[in-house]
């Protein structure tokens, strides 16, 4: 069973997607149920969660509705106004649908290194306890001191931090103050992590999986086999990876792994956190 615990779907305007710039534009195209579906195929991927890319309303209800079509996505992690007096009634109405099943702010883009200390948006985070929906923690190494004091002040409200929080990777360096601050975040045993988007944090011309091997090590021996979960980050990954290719290089990285903490890394960790049921294998008629 292998799960994308994150991916992206949007229909390309520019005007909606003013972060993809020249510099990105093969993403300037449509990533619809259709390019998923053939994702799907030619890697092998059985379930998707769906992640939002903008900060709309209307986008999570798009998403949802994308959801309710296609088998392949299993979960949708959207958007809500935390810091808004009207986020209970967002809330309300999306947490009715059966396949959302969590929200997400992008804080990397927030100019306040501390915006996690928010009082409003804090309060609104409050809302999210005893729902069985994942908060997702999308920051730079620079907001990790933040994460960590936010993670504490919401333990009833699981937490799944993105891209391993996004380190800039260069072969033969490693930064110790987003290490120091990755490991502290860890011993929060309600955040999970996803080991996804690193192929586009890497500054050098080329890259393999030895250039990606020291982050994998720091969010095993961090997260644990039971708390860090596949994701492709698709198709933002286009700009330095092909979705096989990075594939390709986290099978490699988890090969020294014994079978069950495989299954675990790539599906039955996201299925836990996510709450999704995994389809039982069809049964096989013993022969005589």
């Known amino acids: 069973m292998l799960i994308d615990s994150h991916h992206h779907l949007w229909s390309y305007d520019p005007l909606e997607y003013p972060w993809i710039d020249e510099e990105k534009s093969v993403l300037k195209q449509d990533f619809l149920a259709k390019e998923l579906g053939e994702i799907a195929s030619v890697n092998g991927v059985e379930l998707f969660i769906t992640v939002q890319a903008r900060q709309s309303l209307t986008e999570t209800r798009d998403l949802l509705a994308i959801a309710s079509a296609c088998p392949l996505v299993a979960g949708v992690v959207g958007w809500a106004a935390f810091a808004d007096v009207r986020v209970a009634a967002s809330i309300e109405e999306f947490a009715g649908h059966e396949k959302l099943r969590g929200f997400r702010h992008v804080v ?42 936010f993670a504490d002040r919401h333990e009833d409200v699981p937490m799944v931090l993105d891209h391993v929080a996004k380190p800039v990777i260069r072969a033969g360096e490693m930064d110790q103050q987003w290490e120091r601050n990755f490991r502290e975040l860890a011993r929060r045993p309600h955040v999970a992590c996803k080991f996804s988007g690193l192929a586009t944090e890497v500054r050098d011309e080329q890259w393999s999986a030895e250039t990606i091997r020291p982050y994998w090590d720091v969010a095993l021996e961090a997260f644990g086999s039971d708390r860090l979960m596949y994701g492709s980050d698709w198709p933002v990954c286009l700009l330095a990876s092909t979705y096989s290719r990075w594939l390709e290089t986290v099978r490699r990285l988890v090969e020294p792994l014994r079978p069950a903490e495989q299954d675990a890394f790539f599906s039955l960790n996201a299925a836990r956190v996510y709450g999704i049921t995994i389809p039982e294998p069809p049964a096989t008629e013993s022969r005589r």
């Open 108 to 149: 990397q883009d927030e100019p306040d290194e501390r915006f996690l200390d928010n009082a409003d948006f804090n309060r609104g985070i409050d809302l999210l306890a005893g729902r069985d929906l994942v908060f997702e923690l999308l920051v730079y190494p620079k907001q990790l001191p933040a994460a960590i004091d």
